[in-house]
């Protein structure tokens, strides 16, 4: 099938990408020309797992094409994807200036034939109609336009930045929403590849689910993941945070619960919370969405609350064991707000960043893909340091902020003779606490 994905951030590039690799013909549209020359090339402006490999691959074939011209790929595409950014606004809502930009523009490009718009970006419930209202403004005056035909649908992403790719291939489900059947059918036919497991890890496998639905369903599917996400999250660190008093440790607490099969192990990691540019957001435009309509979101807003309090209970426990933090010099391991990620949007290391330079400590920090990138120079109070003799180098105290693998195998024993004080706060529990107690060091994790 011919399809056009217009905006290449993490989702639209992955899916154009992964599209293209299982046999479609793909053009990926964005307005940057700076990116789109760097995707001609076979590079990935993101730092994705798997993507570099998928996007030469496809530009070999000739499945995919990157350009800068809108009305090209609207008028290449059978199936266009609308997959640009919807930032929060300050008072929480989605800021939909792209998706409205990108559906005006398809309007006004749109030739005779039919056409099926996909909202991929995470808009509000309701944007199925308003897109199709916004795309239709944008094709008054043309001509022919009773030979015009389009159909919205709503198709989610739930990709985990960091395993996009694998989880592109390998869904738990596909989730679909229209009022056409005729478009609801043509979406089945484009993810038949997948769907059918040809591109999966285990072949073996069942046909992935497809939920097909109506529009303000399949987009309250993705808020209500996102959202029951953060919840569990936040859930286990309040629980974590009982554990700290009662002399609990929160780690066999999630395991004897995870076990239970009506709650499972997954996202039952205590730690400094959630970040990214999803789970915020959207947690915080389902609490909006809700007082639109009358309703308080009582659970929602707890979880936003204690998500916002886990943040900062890293400097308290760096207060009990340092007492003054003026003065002092605080190591970060790792930066991003996930591992195999340079994401840096919402992460919890910018938190601790301005919260430990507010109390007056010097702040240290290396990251396996900041250190070594141009975007260590775009920060302020803090020393983004290129190696790990360097960060540890006269430290009070280190926390582990993101758990990258290679962070399991660092010579804590030298680290240990570079540091001014041998305290490590395990932020993500990810550390082996008594081997580092047998080195001489004051591990301190988070309910444990």
Not at 60 to 73: C, H, L, P, V, Y
Request: aromatic content about 6%; overall charge negative.
């Amino acid at each position: 099938m011919r399809v056009c994905v217009i905006g290449t951030g993490y989702v639209g590039l992955v899916t154009g990408a992964c599209l293209a690799y299982v046999g479609h013909d793909v053009v990926c549209v964005d307005n940057n020309e700076e990116k789109v020359k760097l995707m001609r090339s076979g590079q990935s402006p993101i730092h994705e797992p798997g993507l570099p490999k998928i996007i030469s691959e496809s530009i070999r074939q000739g499945k995919i094409e990157f350009t800068t011209d809108i009305a090209a790929g609207v008028n290449h595409g059978e199936v266009l994807f609308i997959a640009v950014g919807t930032p929060s606004l300050p008072d929480g809502r989605s800021d939909m200036r792209y998706v409205e930009a990108v559906a005006r523009s398809i309007g006004e490009s749109l030739t005779e034939g039919y056409r099926v718009i996909v909202n991929k970006s995470t808009v509000p419930i309701g944007s199925g109609d308003w897109v199709r209202m916004i795309v239709l403004d944008g094709m008054a005056g043309k001509k022919n336009i009773d030979q015009i035909q389009f159909d919205v649908v709503s198709n989610p992403e739930f990709l985990r930045e960091g395993v996009a790719v694998y989880d592109t291939f390998n869904p738990d489900r596909i989730v679909v929403g229209s009022g056409s059947d005729r478009a609801l059918q043509l979406m089945q036919e484009l993810y038949q590849p997948i769907i059918d497991r040809s591109f999966a890890e285990d072949k073996t496998l069942p046909p992935v689910p497809v939920v097909v639905t109506d529009l303000n369903s399949a987009e309250m599917i993705k808020y209500a993941a996102n959202a029951f996400l953060a919840t569990k999250i936040s859930f286990v660190n309040e629980i974590a945070n009982i554990c700290d008093r009662v002399g609990a440790d929160v780690k066999e607490v999630a395991k004897g619960i995870g076990l239970d099969s009506r709650i499972g192990s997954k996202f039952l990691q205590a730690g400094i919370g959630w970040g990214g540019s999803c789970f915020g957001k959207d947690v915080s435009a389902l609490i909006y969405t809700a007082e639109d309509y009358g309703y308080s979101t009582e659970i929602l807003k707890a979880c936003v609350r204690v998500n916002e309090l886990q943040r900062t209970l890293v400097v308290e426990k760096l207060q009990q064991a340092l007492k003054i933090l003026k003065g002092k010099t605080i190591g970060l391991l790792g930066m991003t707000f996930k591992p195999d990620t340079d994401d840096m949007r919402d992460a919890p290391s910018l938190t601790l960043i301005d919260q430990l330079s507010r109390l007056g400590a010097r702040v240290k920090a290396y990251d396996p893909l900041v250190s070594q990138s141009g975007l260590r120079q775009g920060f302020s109070n803090v020393i983004v340091e290129t190696d790990l003799e360097r960060l540890a180098d006269g430290c009070d105290a280190v926390v582990l902020v993101t758990d990258w693998q290679e962070f399991l195998t660092i010579d804590y024993a030298k680290m240990l003779t570079l540091m001014a004080h041998p305290v490590i706060i395990d932020a993500r529990n990810f550390l082996d606490g008594k081997a580092l107690e047998a080195l001489g060091y004051k591990y301190i994790g988070i309910g444990r």
